[in-house]
């Protein structure tokens, strides 16, 4: 199994950026999958995730900008963060398998099976 994240970049305060998860090789039928971050120094945070059908779950921080979509015909999760803060800068994980449901952004993170590489995202 392989996730590879892309998009992000080096943006101004108010700017947006799409991420995105390519997904190769899960097998399971139905899975959910997640976007986490985590900021230097800061422990990681879980920031939204997809249900197997598409439903969109969240956490209540940090609130509000993010949407979360996935894309099964060709197997890529995305992130939409529109008016980029300074504190929106991290490196941007995806997650799949292994959990589904809000507390798997918080107490549940252990038990995600997949994780991508990172993809970072700069503000400033």
């Known amino acids: 199994v392989q996730l590879v994240e892309s998009g992000g970049e080096s943006v101004q305060p108010g700017g947006s950026l799409r991420l995105s998860c390519a997904v190769f090789?899960?097998?399971?039928?139905?899975?959910?999958m997640a976007w986490f971050r985590q900021a230097p120094g800061k422990q990681r945070e879980g920031v939204a995730g997809v249900l197997s059908d598409g439903s969109p779950f969240y956490t209540s921080s940090p609130k509000g900008r993010f949407t979360i979509s996935k894309d099964n015909a060709e197997n890529t999760l995305y992130l939409q963060i529109p008016s980029l803060k300074p504190e929106d800068s991290a490196m941007y994980y995806c997650?799949?398998?292994?959990?589904?449901?809000?507390?798997?952004?918080?107490?549940?993170?252990?038990?995600?099976?997949?994780w991508g590489q990172g993809t970072q995202v700069t503000v400033s």
């Open positions: 997650a799949a398998v292994g959990c589904c449901g809000s507390y798997c952004l918080t107490g549940g993170q252990d038990s995600w099976r997949h």
């Open positions: 090789g899960v097998t399971d039928k139905y899975y959910c």
